[in-house]
T-cell receptor
């Protein structure tokens, strides 16, 4: 049981490039979330999903897109990367019975 | 929507002393209040949580208290140790919103001096 896994661990992008951050969980959780954490700051919700095929915007969705074709996977797509998207990105999941969210190890993204 | 404020932003204590971090929330419908610990370069890890039907919960050296009337909750760490040094985040849920999202406070940097 690996929990929540994220790839890559680190990535450097040039302005205007695109990339997909991968997130997978093996706990059969319906709820999945993407957060960003800027240096010295708290966690801001980007997008979330309550089940396969259902996604919705969080607090800071601009510049990002998501999809949820399976229960296990919740990729985050960055189009036209900007320096303001330099951050650490965390994926999280939770089951339907408890409220506890389980976090992945994070992806550190730098846009230059 | 829910708003969570957390104080203080930094806290320095001597090893063995107690540490208290406080959070206030705005949505009276919130019913779940977790605390996460994040060590440098690591993921947030849940250390304790409390539901709105109890006023206090304890787990060894850590405890959380909840005052629903005043809409605030606090983390108490007793007999602090150097390994308690980390960033601590409180959060509150938005139960009426689709996805039962968590809203996080800005975090408290706790430094335990030995």
């Amino acid at each position: 049981n690996a929990g929540v896994t994220q790839t890559p661990k680190f990535r450097i992008l040039k302005i205007g490039q695109s990339m997909t951050l991968q997130c997978t969980q093996d706990m059969n959780h319906n709820y999945m979330y993407w957060y960003r954490q800027d240096p010295g700051m708290g966690l801001k919700l980007i997008y979330y999903s309550v089940g396969a095929g259902i996604t919705d915007k969080g607090e800071v969705p601009n510049g990002y897109n998501v999809s949820r074709s399976t229960t296990e996977d919740f990729p985050l797509r960055l189009e036209l990367a900007a320096p303001s998207q330099t951050s650490v990105y965390f994926c999280a999941s939770r089951g339907g019975v408890t409220y506890e969210q389980y976090f992945g190890p994070g992806t550190r993204l730098t846009v230059t | 929507g829910e708003n969570v404020e957390q104080h203080p932003s930094t806290l320095s204590v001597q090893e063995g002393d107690s540490a208290v971090i406080k959070c206030t929330y705005s949505d009276s419908a919130s019913n779940y209040f977790p605390w996460y610990k994040q060590e440098l370069g690591k993921r947030p890890q849940l250390i304790i949580d409390i539901r709105s039907n109890v006023g206090e919960k304890k787990d060894q050296r850590i405890a959380v208290t909840l005052n629903k009337t005043a809409k605030h909750f606090s983390l108490h760490i007793t007999e602090t140790q150097p390994e308690d040094s980390a960033v601590y985040f409180c959060a509150a849920n938005s139960p009426w919103e689709h996805g039962n999202k968590l809203v996080f406070g800005a975090g408290t940097i706790l430094r335990v001096k030995s």
